[in-house]
């Protein structure tokens, strides 16, 4: 993923605090040899707290993924994340008094990857701890019962699945916004974000003036 300076992350904490925010990515594995990588679709908790400067991610997968044998074999995985994007048409992005037939297309996004290491977590006991974790984060305190095993209703569900704790090593994040376009093409493509109200046109047009105003 290429990263312009002005696309880049201004710190960790504008990373982390959207990724908080966006909790299902796509997990690349290393295939076995010929065979392609596994690209596998899930949602995941991000927490920033345990050891190391960039925290872990917990997930869960089902025992028959066949993603398993590739796993065990290079646990050296990649956890992609791209959301708040929409399509800029190439008028909203004409340079200052160019015709606007003259602006280029492009697309704005946010994107954050994280490189992990595996750790495949098959212990029941430490699988409900990682399911109380994960589901912790996505369902308010009573919607939904404890994970424990042996009990019911979950605990005879646990040799269905195999945890997973990914160790983050490195993150690659981009905010691409328009940063580094004149104040007047970014006024232009917020108008346009604004006034089109497509479906994701309000998330993009949130993250654009967030970066704008603490430029």
Known sequence: MLIHPWDAARDTAEWQDWLAAHDFGQLAVNGLPGEP???????????????????????HLARPNPLWPALDANPEVLLSVVDDYAFVPGPWQAPPGAPP???????????????????????PEEKATLLNRQVGHFQP?????????GEAPYGRLLSGIRGMRLEVTDVRAKFKYAGHKPEEVQDR???????????RDAAALAVQQRRRQEA
Do not use: N
């Open 37 to 59: 990588p596994f690209v596998q679709p899930m949602h995941f908790a991000y927490d920033p707290s345990p050891g190391g400067p960039f925290g872990e991610v917990l997930a």
């Open 101 to 123: 037939e003259h602006g280029t297309p492009t697309s704005v996004y946010a994107a954050v990857q994280l490189r992990c290491t595996a750790h495949v977590v098959d212990d």
């Open 189 to 199: 493509i917020a108008k346009g974000l604004a006034d089109r109200g497509g479906l």
């Open 141 to 149: 305190p009573g919607l939904s019962e404890t994970v424990a095993v």
